[in-house]
C-alpha cells in the first residue's frame, strides 16, 4: 500500500517529499534517476495546478514515483520509526527551549541564603542517637528528598584528623580544606566537586561530595566540641583543647579516636529546592516589592567588583526588598522601605519578628552603620535574603538593575516536601 493517498492535501505532502528527496540527494544518486525524478516532480506540480490530484493521471504518476523515491531516498524516505523518533525528539527539544526562553525556567536552589522560605543543600548527620537509614529507606529518601548519602568507616583502630586551612586566617572556602575535583550532575553534566582529605592511622581518606556545599556544619555537628555551636566557637574550642596542630606548614584537626568497623562519618546531603521561575509576568508589570527573583550575576556591577572584575556569570534567587526610589533601613531586625515596615511578604513580618527559623534582618554591609539607609537608584531593585546573616546580598555589593533580572519564582516543584507547591 503507498504512503500518500490521492487527495490535495496528500498530494502536496507527496510534492514536498520528492523534492526533499531530490535536494538532499540528486549529487548522490544516479543522473538517470535524478533526470527522472525532476521530470515526475514537474508533471506532479502541474497536475496540482490543473487541480488533478484525484485524477487517473495523478494515480498513474504516483505509482511511477513512488518506487523511485524508495530507490533514491536513502534515509529520507521512506522514514522509519527512528527517524520519526528523532523528528519528533528535535521537534519536544525545539518547545522545550521555547518554552525555557519565554514562559518558565527551571532553576535549583545552591545555597541557603534564602533559607528558610528555600532550602539550598543541607546535611543530615546520622549517629548512635540517630541511626543511618536503612538501604531501602536511602531509596525513597533519594526519591523523595534528592538525598545523597556519604560514609566513611574505620578499617582500623586509630585516629581521624582532617586538613584544615589556617585557622588564623579568614578562609573564604570554609574552615577545612579541600581540593576542586571534576564530577558528573546527574551522571551526564560536567561539574566540579569538593574533595577532603582526612587522615585515619596515618593513611589518607578521601570523601568527594558537591562542590556547592561545604563541609563544615557537618563537621561540627558530628564532632561537637564544648557546645560550640557557630564555626568560631568552634575553632576556639579546638584550639583551647589542643586539637589543632601544624605539620610542615599544613593545618589538621583531630576529630576523634575509633575501633575498627566503627563509622568515621555518616551523613546524608538533601538537594536544593527546585523550581519553576516565571520569566512571562514580568513582560507586562515591574516586579513588586517581596517577590522571589532570579536574576543574572553578570549585569551587577557590585558583584563584578568584588570579584576582582570579573564577571560573575551566574544566576541568584532573592527577595525584593526594594525599588528605584525606595529609601531601606534596618532596625532591630525589621526591615523598613521608607520608614514604615516591609509588606509584601511574610518573611518580612516572620524576620522582624524573628519567627521560627527566621533570623531576622542583620545590619551589616551598607546598612552596618548607626542609622545607615540607602536610597536604590531608578531602574534597580535591591536583593535581600531570607537568611540574612548568612547572605551575600545587596548590602554588600549594591543594586540589581532591571536589564539583570530573568523572572519571579513561582512554584516548587522538587523535591517532595512540605514547601512544594506555588512559593511564598
Known amino acids: 500500500m503507498l504512503f500518500f493517498k490521492s487527495s490535495k492535501k496528500k498530494a502536496k505532502e507527496l510534492l514536498s517529499t520528492a523534492y526533499k528527496v531530490y535536494n538532499y540527494r540528486c549529487d548522490v544518486i544516479a543522473k538517470s534517476d535524478a533526470k527522472q525524478l525532476w521530470e ?10 490543473e487541480g ?13 514515483l513512488e518506487p523511485l523515491m524508495r530507490k533514491t531516498g536513502g534515509k ?3 522514514l522509519t520509526c527512528w527517524a520519526d523518533y528523532v523528528d519528533m525528539i528535535v521537534v519536544a527539544g525545539i518547545v522545550a527551549l521555547g518554552v525555557r526562553s519565554f514562559f518558565l525556567q527551571p532553576f535549583k536552589i545552591p545555597t541557603n541564603s534564602m533559607y528558610p522560605s528555600f532550602y539550598g543543600m543541607t546535611a543530615e548527620v546520622y549517629n548512635e542517637a540517630k541511626p543511618s537509614p536503612s538501604f531501602a529507606e536511602r531509596i525513597a529518601r533519594r526519591i523523595f528528598k534528592a538525598a545523597s548519602h556519604y560514609s566513611l568507616t574505620a578499617d582500623s583502630d586509630g585516629e581521624l584528623v582532617i586538613e584544615m586551612n589556617n585557622p588564623n586566617r579568614s578562609a573564604g572556602n570554609g574552615l577545612f580544606a579541600f581540593n576542586w575535583v571534576g564530577a558528573r550532575d546527574m551522571f551526564v553534566i560536567p561539574t566540579k566537586a569538593r574533595e577532603y582529605t582526612f587522615l585515619f592511622d596515618g593513611k589518607e581518606k578521601k570523601l568527594t561530595i558537591p562542590g556547592e556545599f561545604p563541609i563544615d556544619e557537618v ?4 564532632f561537637p566540641s564544648q557546645n560550640a555551636k557557630t564555626i568560631q566557637e568552634y575553632i576556639i574550642a579546638k584550639q583551647q583543647s589542643g586539637d589543632i596542630f601544624e605539620q610542615n606548614g599544613r593545618y589538621f584537626m583531630k576529630l576523634g579516636k575509633f575501633k575498627k568497623g566503627q563509622p568515621l562519618l555518616n551523613f546524608d546531603i538533601l538537594g536544593g529546592d527546585m523550581l519553576f521561575v516565571d520569566r512571562f509576568t514580568y513582560n507586562f ?16 556591577d557590585g558583584l563584578t567588583r568584588i570579584n576582582g572584575g570579573v564577571p560573575d556569570d551566574r544566576y541568584y534567587i532573592k527577595r525584593i526588598a526594594g ?13 523598613l522601605v521608607n520608614g514604615e515596615k516591609a509588606k509584601g511578604s511574610v518573611a518580612f513580618d516572620a524576620n522582624a519578628k524573628q519567627l521560627g527559623k527566621y533570623c531576622g534582618y542583620v545590619k551589616d554591609g551598607a546598612l552596618a552603620p548607626p542609622n545607615a539607609e540607602v536610597k ?7 536583593a535581600l535574603g531570607d537568611n540574612s546573616a548568612n547572605s551575600l546580598d545587596s548590602r554588600y555589593w549594591g543594586e540589581v ?10 512554584i516548587i516543584f522538587y523535591p517532595f516536601t512540605d514547601r512544594w507547591g506555588a512559593t511564598k
Do not use: H
Not at 563537621?219 to 558530628?222: D, N, T
Not at 525599588?323 to 526591615?335: Q, V
Open 376 to 382: 536604590i537608584p531608578e531602574k534597580c531593585y535591591w
Open 285 to 300: 508589570r515591574k516586579p513588586k516589592v517581596g517577590e522571589p527573583f532570579v536574576f543574572m550575576t553578570k549585569y551587577c
Open 76 to 78: 529520507i524516505y521512506p
Open 40 to 49: 515526475y516532480i514537474e508533471q506532479l506540480e502541474n497536475l496540482i495546478d
Open 401 to 410: 538593575p532591571e536589564k539583570a533580572v530573568v523572572g519571579k519564582a513561582l
Open 52 to 64: 488533478k490530484a484525484e485524477s487517473p493521471e495523478f494515480d498513474k504518476l504516483e505509482k511511477q
Open 219 to 222: 563537621i561540627v555537628e558530628a
Open 323 to 335: 525599588k528605584g526610589g525606595d529609601t531601606l533601613k534596618i532596625e532591630n531586625s525589621t526591615l
